[in-house]
């Protein structure tokens, strides 16, 4: 049996804008963020695969400032991206890490610069082994910008923006959101997959009134489910619009099942802004806990605490 060769963890810490990108997962024949970000590492690397983990599975056309991801090398492929030959580069520390971070980053981004411009590294460290950039997050979260009737457009601004053609009552929209944190199951505002669950615990739904003009919704779980947060802020949109009331969106929120008495909001108003992690030594435990699948809430307790 050939031995496998040792290999070593590599978080990579950035950014992007998804509007001409069709979502981070690699699809057959269309341009996605996994699909470039892979690419660039297989050239740099001269490696026939390079396989990435995502903290964030972002949709089609939905931006990142705050992106995780990770992937394994063997010594000798971490070693000539660190410009180091292999013993060094397991042994990183101190001013050495830090300059190999910034080489790593800066190899990375010429590459795709020729390719993929609209992906930005910020950090590509060495971590340990436990670290899973989707099972090991403590929470992750998003902002999702909005304009209402009457406020002016920004071009500047308009790939990150959505338009909403009716005046918001934003007092109103921050009730809304507030019924809406704790610990839920969340189907109504979820696609959910086969077995999958929607108990999610919602930790932050904020909202503020941005520099140029726009609202801006701070949006924190310690996980989504799939349009998860879309769905939220459509929500909130239809009673801060007067389409609905509060009344019937706590009802909605305790049905469990999706409606078409809100709209699920487009896609390029959404951006992942962080994903948080625990210390070094709770790296493992927050993934096994995060594997295990929470048992359905009780339905005479649609909230918890």
């Known amino acids: 049996m050939t ?14 804008d998804g509007t001409d990108f069709s979502g981070w997962a690699a699809q057959p024949g269309l341009r996605t963020v996994q699909g470039e970000l ?14 990435l983990t995502v903290g964030g599975r972002t949709d089609a ?16 492929r971490l070693a000539k991206w660190s410009g180091a030959r292999g013993a060094e ?13 910034r080489l790593r980053a800066r190899k990375l981004n010429g590459v795709l610069k020729r390719s993929a411009p609209d992906i930005a590294i910020h950090r590509v460290r060495l971590v340990p082994d436990a670290f899973d950039a989707r099972f090991s997050a403590l929470r992750r979260r998003y ?32 009730r809304a959101s507030d019924e809406l944190l704790g610990l839920n199951d969340f189907t109504t505002f979820c696609k959910a997959r086969e077995g999958a669950t929607a108990i999610r615990d919602l930790l932050e739904f904020t909202w503020r009134r941005t520099e140029d003009g726009a609202f801006a919704a701070r949006i ?64 493992a435990a927050r ?19």
């Open 220 to 283: 924190e779980a310690d996980a989504f489910c799939h349009s998860m947060v879309r769905a939220l802020v459509g929500a909130v949109v239809a009673v801060g619009s007067g389409r609905i009331d509060h009344e019937e969106l706590v009802g909605l929120r305790d049905a469990r099942e999706r409606s078409s008495r809100f709209t699920v909001m487009p896609a390029h108003g959404l951006s992942l802004e962080e994903i948080a992690y625990p210390a070094e030594a709770e790296l």
């Open 3 to 16: 031995p496998v060769p040792p290999s070593r963890r590599v978080r990579l810490d950035l950014a992007y």
């Open 143 to 174: 902002e999702y910008r909005l304009r209402g009737e009457g406020s002016p457009r920004d071009p500047l601004t308009a790939r990150f923006t959505a338009e909403v053609p009716r005046p918001l009552d934003l007092p109103a929209m921050q």
């Open 38 to 51: 892979e690419r660039a590492l297989r050239t740099l690397l001269r490696a026939e695969e390079a396989r």
């Open 287 to 305: 993934a096994e806990r995060t594997r295990a699948r929470r048992e359905p809430l009780d339905p005479a307790r649609p909230v918890l605490e």
């Open 89 to 101: 580069a397991r042994a990183e520390a101190g001013p050495e890490a830090d300059a190999a971070e």
């Open 61 to 76: 056309g939905v931006h990142a400032r705050g992106q995780v991801a990770h992937l394994d090398l063997d010594d000798a």
